[in-house]
Every structure is written in C-alpha cells, then in structure tokens.
C-alpha cells in the first residue's frame, strides 16, 4: 500500500522560512516524477514544484510565482522529496501536498490529473 506522509507545516511570518519533507512507503519512486502542489481556500489546487527521477535526476520545475524563493529536492535512497520554502508571501497560504507523477518522465511538471498518488496534505499559512 503507498502512502506519502507530509510533515513541516505550520504558522510562519511573512518573510520567514518553512522546510515541508513528504516520505513515501510502499515502493520505490527513484523513477518517478514527485512533485509538490497547493490548494488554498476556494481555489483549485495547483502545481508548485517538480523534479524528475532517474535517469532525468535531478531535473527541476517550479510554478512562476515561487520561482528562486522554493527549492525542491529528493533522496532517492530514503524514498523522500522536500520542498524547502523561503521569503514567505500571505499568497503562499495554502494546504501543500506531496504527489506522485510518472514513471520516467522527462518533464518534472506535472498536471493533477497525471498524479499517480497524493498526500494528505499540510497546512502552511504565512501571516502578514
């Protein structure tokens, strides 16, 4: 049974700084595109960031609004990937989930309906 558990949510200022780590059970991803999406209140839920698995390791996507404040990043050998958030926006208020896109894909972005398996999501709100 997969599971991705995400963890590192919470309450920030705006400006500050939060780590979201998500770690994937039940099989190996080392292939697999994973990917980071949010969904704020009463909008659709939207991608964030991406990085591909082997062989395109290492391959990196990001929406244009968190573009050089996110960094993505995965360990293959611990199953993991991680989203490293800084500089902070109000805007960035949103439940963050961890997904699963495809098997050896080349491209590291991923729509909602190519995502194999979801998180269960973190809240992280940025307060102004």
């Known amino acids: 049974q997969v599971q991705l558990v995400e963890s590192g949510g919470g309450l920030v200022q705006a400006g500050g700084s939060l780590r979201l780590s998500c770690a994937a059970s039940?099989?190996?991803?080392?292939?697999?595109?994973m990917a980071w999406f949010r969904q704020a209140p009463g909008k659709e839920r939207e991608f964030v960031a991406g990085i591909a698995g082997l062989p395109w390791n290492g391959r990196t996507f990001y929406q244009d609004s968190v573009k050089d404040r996110f960094t993505i990043s995965r360990d293959n050998g611990k199953n993991t990937v991680s989203l490293q958030m800084y500089s902070l926006k109000s805007a960035d208020t949103a439940v963050y989930y961890c997904a699963v896109g495809g098997d050896s894909a080349s491209s590291p972005k991923v729509s909602p309906n190519e995502v194999a398996y979801w998180g269960q999501g973190t809240q992280v709100t940025v307060s102004s």
């Open positions: 039940g099989r190996t991803f080392s292939r697999y595109v």
